[in-house]
């Protein structure tokens, strides 16, 4: 497809179930970043990787939240039981380059799998 | 943590006046960067700003960045009810290589 597709779009989880998430990228790019956003704030890293490797995940909040991309292309966040204050909008997001902060890299956002724990 | 504050958190204005949007950051930074969320969508990226340039333009909006002041501004002229969405400023900060790091928002709505 032409942007980066998430499945499933909206999800309602009952407290204690395993999720996962789903995020295909733009073909060919490199990176991928998850980001989670809470109702009314802006998106906060979770996690990223450079093709199938997973280079900074310390912005996962829990161990029960874990992430992989084995090809280096679709990607998977899974969270474990999941608990109230898991409920929010999930973003992935790919680049095309490895990220290069200096020069500054423009990044991809899906629509975002929202997320309802109940 | 957030690492931009925007202000203010909400706007509205009328179509034809111009929107302006502040966001101040806490680190040194490489770039500075812009993005725009509807409601309900993911993020479009509108602008990037280097940490040695002072202002930039693309069509509508105007960008300019303070790095002794730690702030940016984004202006959009000639707003329109489509520009009606969130906006976030968004960083990498020196301490962090791969984290672009978003602030919390302002939302703006702009009526016919």
């Known amino acids: 497809g032409a942007g980066v597709s998430q499945s499933p779009r909206y999800k309602v989880a009952k407290r204690g179930q395993d999720v996962a998430l789903r995020c295909d990228p733009i073909s060919g790019h490199v990176s991928l970043f998850w980001y989670q956003q809470a109702l009314g704030q802006g998106p906060e890293f979770l996690t990223y990787?450079?093709?199938?490797?997973?280079?900074?995940k310390s912005g996962l909040p829990s161990d029960r939240f874990f992430a992989e991309r084995p090809e280096g292309s679709v990607s998977t966040l899974k969270i474990q039981r999941t608990q109230q204050e898991d409920s929010a909008v999930y973003l992935c997001a790919s680049s095309p380059d490895r990220v290069v902060p200096i020069s500054g890299n423009t990044i991809y956002f899906g629509e975002g799998s929202w997320l309802t724990v109940v | 943590s957030q690492q931009g504050e925007e202000d203010p958190q909400a706007l509205s204005i009328q179509e034809g006046e111009n929107a302006t949007m502040n966001c101040s950051y806490k680190t040194s930074i490489n770039n500075l960067q812009w993005y725009r969320q509807n409601s309900g969508r993911g993020l479009v990226h509108l602008i990037l700003?280097?940490?040695?340039?002072r202002e930039k333009h693309s069509g509508r909006l105007r960008v300019t960045l303070d790095t002794s002041k730690k702030s940016s501004s984004l202006l959009i002229t000639a707003s329109r009810a489509a520009d009606t969405a969130s906006y976030f400023c968004?960083?990498?900060?020196?301490?962090?290589?791969?984290?672009?790091?978003f602030g919390s928002g302002t939302q703006l709505t702009v009526l016919p």
């Open positions: 700003i280097r940490s040695n340039e």
């Open positions: 990787f450079q093709n199938e490797a997973q280079l900074d």
């Open positions: 968004a960083t990498y900060f020196s301490g962090s290589a791969r984290q672009l790091t």
